[in-house]
């Protein structure tokens, strides 16, 4: 009996299911699926199409400037990115600039692995661009905010300034845990 009771509040019409959730970070609900853009890079070369595909992604977009927030959101990434140790080789970080005034050595210096492409003022970069949320009426490029991209390419979670540090590690952590692709 208590059996069928729970069946029919998860399932019936009651409706009732547990409101709470596990992700530390914004879920993106439902998930938006970023199209494929070839983006130029500062050395001149474009990225493929699908680099944003394949792997996890853990993106900032930002001005290329790359302010302290900036600066604090890609060192948060990049110890995020050390601690997931055997699984490293499943995400990617990406720095999607919106300026072309990005700091070469300092990113070469400090952020060896990260793919850095600009956000230029094509019709394609700026359909990605349009992708992404709002939040409390602040536009994406001035939010300060890290975004998990999954492997087939979709926004699924968005971490602002003033998340946790742990929040990132946590929900990618688990993440690859659960999944089977990428």
């Known amino acids: 009996m208590p059996l069928l009771v729970a069946f029919w509040l998860y399932y019936g019409s009651a409706g009732w299911r547990p409101a709470g959730g596990t992700n530390q970070g914004d879920l993106v609900n439902p998930a938006v699926p970023l199209p494929a853009v070839s983006l130029a890079r500062p050395d001149g070369t474009r990225t493929t199409a699908d680099f ?103 926004l699924v979670l968005s971490y602002s300034a003033a998340a946790p540090d742990k929040a990132l590690l946590t929900d990618v952590k688990k993440l690859l845990r659960l999944s089977h692709i990428g």
């Open 52 to 154: 944003l595909q394949g792997k996890w992604t853990i993106a900032y977009l930002g001005d290329g400037a790359c302010d302290e927030r900036c600066r604090k959101a890609l060192y948060l990434s990049r110890q995020s990115w050390i601690a997931l140790n055997k699984d490293m080789d499943r995400v990617q970080r990406v720095f999607l600039a919106t300026g072309s005034g990005v700091d070469v050595e300092f990113m070469a210096a400090e952020h060896g692995d990260l793919v850095v492409a600009f956000v230029g003022d094509e019709a394609d970069a700026q359909a990605l661009l349009a992708k992404f949320p709002v939040y409390d009426g602040v536009a994406p490029t001035a939010a300060g905010r890290l975004y998990l991209i999954d492997p087939l390419g979709n």
